[in-house]
């Protein structure tokens, strides 16, 4: 072979080399075009957008707590109990007495004598009783669980009471309207309209001692409706 042509076959196998080369580099930066303008190392070059991940306790907001519920303010078990210290002045409600064996004061002192007390009473079923700031004792007998109440509270009462429900709310416990108990005997039946839940003489509407059949108009403006021994009301009005 001449010094010739051995020269241009080098020259050619060098020239496919390159030209093979070449062609990888163009791929790459067509591939890199195509990418979004990463550089080979997989970094976005410079004015690329880049998106952010949340990092935590960043700007999401933690989870609210929920604010711990209010335990309810009661009167447990029985004694004696100085108003101000062992118990808060308020207004109280006891349920679910039978037989009268509940029984309740609210006294001026500590004497014990019958001239201290300002309110009492043997209830059966439902209680409320005002304690005043001015009060010096509460004392409560075999009653359940006092637990203080709203006097603002309202509700939707259904139905009618129990012959001996007690004590009950009206707009709470009892609706207003006409109701009436039958069968009484003996002058059992005792009810009781009045305007607040002091239980002193002065708080009573009105009030009977009834034999046979009972009618009672319990007014929207009434505080409370009271009904010890009676048979079973129905409203009629």
Known sequence: MSQQSQQQRNWFARHKVLTAAGAIVAVVVIGAAVGGGGDDTGSPKAGAKQEQSAKPGGDEKAPESKAPEKKAVTIDGDGDFEVGSDVKPGLYRTTGNKDAECYWERA?????????????????GTSYVEIKASDKLFKSTGCGTWEAVDAKATGTPKGAPKGNGGMLK????????????TGNKDAECYWERSKDASHSTDSIIANDNVTGTAIVKVAASDAYFKTTGCGDWAKTG
């Not at 001026?108 to 059966?124: E, H, M, P, R």
């Not at 009206?170 to 108990?181: F, H, R």
């Open 108 to 124: 001026k002192s500590a004497s014990g004598d019958v001239d201290s007390i300002l309110a009492n009473d043997n209830v059966t």
């Open 170 to 181: 009206v707009g709470v416990d009892i609706a207003p309207g006409t109701y009436k108990s």
